[in-house]
T-cell receptor, first 116, second 115 residues
Framework: ETGVTQSPTHLIKTRGQQVTLRCSSQSGHNTVSWYQQALGQGPQFIFQYYREEENGRGNFPPRFSGLQFPNYSSELNVNALELDDSALYLC???????????????FGAGTRLSVL | AQKITQTQPGMFVQEKEAVTLDCTYDTSDPSYGLFWYKQPSSGEMIFLIYQGSYDQQNATEGRYSLNFQKARKSANLVISASQLGDSAMYFC????????????FGSGTKLNVKP
């Protein structure tokens, strides 16, 4: 167990709706990253939060947004859901030390979102 | 260009045998990190092993070892003495020092361990 928890585990929404996914980081971790994993593919980086500020973003439109709270937990919000948003959404936490490439990310079990 | 390439969509291995999962990467950053993760059907990505670009020795963690060939830009995962519980998806990932907030994943390899 990594200590990273995500909720809910499964979610069904319809096109056009909005959704909020939640992530609780591993104790002591100050950085949270979110990933989208479509069926049969590797995870794609959405964005990262470090000390409550967005700290990098992948190729995702602005309708994907997030928050990080003072306790380092995080939310991913997706507006105007599209069918292609159906995927497993993974949250990963890490402790940023020197900000180098070696910080290990620990993942939660994900939220499986289905958009109908 | 793809940052991480995993060319084996699926692999079979007999229980107790060793297996190598291939990974090649593409970067011009001299400082980078390479990671392997295991993803069982439950969905959680489990960290297995890490190799830094400046590390002189290949990383090992229990039954996992990373065959790092820098000139070839390859970072193959070797699992020794395969167990039935090793059946899962395996992902290779990379982070560059100049872009350290992004993790690049490959498309994964599905490993099936046969009894």
């Amino acid at each position: 167990e990594t200590g990273v928890t995500q909720s809910p585990t499964h979610l069904i929404k319809t096109r056009g709706q909005q959704v909020t996914l939640r992530c609780s980081s591993q104790s002591g971790h100050n950085t949270v990253s979110w990933y989208q994993q479509a069926l049969g593919q590797g995870p794609q980086f959405i964005f990262q939060y470090y000390r409550e500020e967005e700290n990098g973003r992948g190729n995702f439109p602005p309708r994907f947004s997030g928050l990080q709270f003072p306790n380092y937990s995080s939310e991913l919000n997706v507006n105007a859901l599209e069918l292609d948003d159906s995927a497993l959404y993974l949250c990963a936490s890490s402790l940023r030390l020197a900000g180098g490439p070696g910080d290990i990310q620990y993942f939660g079990a994900g939220t499986r979102l289905s958009v109908l | 260009a793809q940052k991480i390439t995993q060319t084996q969509p699926g692999m079979f291995v007999q229980e107790k045998e060793a297996v190598t999962l291939d990974c090649t990467y593409d970067t011009s950053d001299p400082s980078y990190g390479l990671f392997w993760y295991k993803q069982p059907s439950s969905g959680e990505m489990i960290f297995l092993i890490y190799q830094g670009s400046y590390d002189q020795q290949n990383a090992t963690e229990g039954r996992y070892s990373l065959n790092f060939q820098k000139a070839r830009k390859s970072a193959n995962l070797v699992i020794s003495a395969s167990q039935l519980g090793d059946s899962a998806m395996y992902f290779c990932a990379m982070r560059e020092a100049n872009n350290f907030n992004k993790f690049y994943f490959g498309s994964g390899t599905k490993l099936n361990v046969k009894p």
